[in-house]
């Protein structure tokens, strides 16, 4: 099992910089991939970027050349850097983990989520 904890939401105005933690822990090592998503008021949870543990990071448009997804070596600690932010980044951020385990020929796999954590742009 992985749990997974966000922290480092808040108000910011826009143009400023935020950066959003997620702290991991079970077991770590069946953890293929992870993420940041994001869910304003109405909308759909949308994915914001990942990072993939045999390597590639991916960002969607909207954030590119704004936000840095980096993961620590342990994968204990996963953070979103934030930047130029603006009023359409608010919304409540996820963490988001994918896991596989077992043999090849019978494999398990899960998809786990943190709790959320509010991030509001706005002057």
């Known amino acids: 099992q992985v749990h997974l904890v966000e922290s480092g939401g808040g108000l910011v105005q826009p143009g400023g910089s935020l950066t959003l933690s997620c702290a991991a822990s079970g077991r770590l090592r069946t953890i293929d991939s992870m993420g940041w998503y994001r869910q304003a008021p109405g909308n759909q949870r949308v994915l914001v970027a990942s990072?993939?543990?045999?390597?590639?990071?991916n960002y969607v448009d909207s954030v590119k050349g704004r936000f840095t997804i980096s993961i620590s070596n342990d994968r204990s600690t996963m953070s979103l850097q934030m930047g130029s932010l603006r009023p359409e980044d608010t919304a409540v951020y996820y963490c988001?983990?994918?896991?596989?385990?077992?043999?090849?020929?019978?494999?398990?796999?899960?998809?786990?989520w943190g709790q959320g954590t509010q991030v509001t742009v706005s002057s």
């Open positions: 988001n983990a994918k896991t596989s385990w077992g043999p090849v020929e019978a494999p398990s796999s899960s998809t786990v």
């Open positions: 990072i993939i543990m045999r390597g590639g990071v």
